[in-house]
T-cell receptor, first 113, second 111 residues
């Protein structure tokens, strides 16, 4: 089955530790995205990548980093510099040309204490 | 950044009722998308709209791309319990491939 996978579903970390969230897609999509969702709020864009080895900051990139070494993978690192990292993180992908439709993974809930 | 105003924020209805929600913006969008999110899951794409005035249906769901290109509407007819969830609108401004999301409409259905 084609789709987007995020792992793990739940992640717990101590304050001050960096943590990397996984996102993999086998849809052959060019573009990938990371969003953050807080309770009762919409989705805010963290980073996005339209092609391998290239990515751009979204609206709330501070305290986060990404890499795009393979078309299928777009991992997100939440660094210790992120002031309020506890949130629900969503990865999405879309075909770069011809479609603006983004398809989402199941999400990772990160709790930092 | 750009903002979308989605309303209502929440709806409490009886099973079988029709539902209407909308998104408005001061900016012009090239694309409007409507998503549904169940608790603890990722949003699922329901309908995509690409032309001003376009009216598109997906089963009991109907969405419209406003003529001014600054708004969009989603209607659900004859609601059923599985319609419960949060509905998000999203707009795409240009070739930047970035979506702007509304705050969501939480739909609760009383059986």
């Amino acid at each position: 089955d084609g789709g987007i996978t995020q792992s793990p579903k739940y992640l717990f970390r101590k304050e001050g530790q960096n943590v990397t969230l996984s996102c993999e897609q086998n849809l052959n999509h060019d573009a990938m995205y990371w969003y953050r969702q807080d309770p009762g709020q919409g989705l805010r864009l963290i980073y996005y990548s339209q092609i391998v080895n290239d990515f751009q900051k979204g609206d709330i990139a501070e305290g986060y980093s990404v890499s795009r070494e393979k078309k299928e993978s777009f991992p997100l690192t939440v660094t210790s510099a992120q002031k309020n990292p506890t949130a629900f993180y969503l990865c999405a992908s879309s075909v770069f040309r011809g479609s603006y439709e983004q398809y989402f993974g199941p999400g990772t809930r990160l709790t930092v204490t | 950044g750009q903002q979308l105003n989605q309303s209502p924020q929440s709806m409490f209805i009886q099973e079988g009722e029709d539902v209407s929600m909308n998104c408005t913006s001061s900016s012009i969008f090239n694309t409007w998308l409507w998503y549904k999110q169940d608790p603890g899951e990722g949003p699922v794409l329901l309908i995509a709209l690409y032309k001003a005035g376009e009216l598109t249906s997906n089963g009991r769901l109907t969405a419209q791309f406003g003529i001014t290109r600054k708004d969009s509407f989603l209607n659900i007819s004859a609601s059923i319990p599985s319609d419960v969830g949060i509905y998000f609108c999203a707009g795409q401004l240009s070739e930047a491939q970035k979506l702007v999301f509304g705050q969501g409409t939480r739909l609760t259905i009383n059986p």
